[in-house]
């Protein structure tokens, strides 16, 4: 079945240092979603990827979506104490209708 | 507008006894969804469901029920609870555009301990 995996698991960072997770798919996807969770809370979506190579940046967040459709990244440049959370990458295979989410990177964030 | 409503919140089962979650939406998404977030493991897909009368399996659909009469809510059954079903459990709900499914909107979650 698809598989969704995403490194690393856990991040500490220094306020201020940059911060990168990495998001692979087993399979070729339709889009890649991206989505935080502040501790105790729910998923909230961060943006979608649709075409191959696409990057998109929001304020400090960049993400990028691989030219094979298998692969992703999203890159915080200068994190700050409100960055801290699960990031989670979601990805739909190709003609499927299943959404299913890697593991997610808990950032930590040390002021 | 209240997105997407989780109910209970909190419970607390005995092994083998049964519950219902209800999940409703006020978007008028076609696509809804329950996960299960376990620690270490992201979120699970347990069942789907792409509209009215439809549900299909996710990841982990053994020991669940879901059932979607109405396009509003979608309804999530454990028959017989167990503490392996020991989790937070999270409803979402989404509206397709063109080939791929836009994004999921979540409720606040629900979480189930089984003794």
């Known amino acids: 079945g698809q598989q969704v995996m995403q490194i690393p698991q856990y991040q500490h960072v220094q306020e201020g240092e940059d911060f990168t997770t990495y998001c692979n798919s087993s399979?070729?996807?339709?889009?890649i979603q991206w989505y935080k969770q502040r501790p105790g809370g729910h998923p909230v979506f961060l943006i979608q990827?649709?075409?191959?190579?696409e990057v998109k940046k929001q304020k400090r967040l960049t993400f990028q979506f691989g030219e094979a459709k298998k692969n992703s990244s999203l890159h915080i440049t200068a994190t700050q104490t409100t960055d801290v959370g699960t990031y989670f990458c979601?990805?739909?295979?190709?003609?499927?209708?299943?959404?299913?989410f890697g593991a997610g990177t808990r950032l930590f964030v040390k002021a | 507008n209240a997105g997407v409503t989780q109910t209970p919140k909190f419970r607390v089962l005995k092994t083998g006894q049964s519950m219902t979650l209800l999940c409703a939406q006020d978007?008028?998404?076609?696509?809804m969804y329950w996960y299960r977030q376990d620690p270490g493991m992201g979120l699970r897909l347990i069942h789907y469901?792409?509209?009215?009368?439809?549900?299909a399996k996710g990841e982990v659909p053994d020991g669940y029920n879901v059932s979607r009469l109405k396009k509003q809510n979608f309804l999530l059954g454990l028959e017989s609870a167990a503490p392996s079903q020991t989790s937070v459990y999270f409803c979402?709900?989404?509206?397709?555009?063109?080939?791929?499914?836009?994004?999921?909107?979540f409720g606040e979650g629900s979480r189930l301990t089984v003794l």
């Open positions: 979402a709900s989404s509206f397709p555009g063109g080939d791929v499914t836009g994004e999921l909107f």
């Open positions: 399979t070729t996807l339709s889009n």
């Open positions: 990827l649709v075409k191959s190579g």
């Open positions: 979601a990805g739909l295979r190709t003609g499927g209708f299943k959404t299913i």
């Open positions: 978007m008028n998404h076609e696509y």
């Open positions: 469901s792409v509209g009215e009368g439809t549900t």
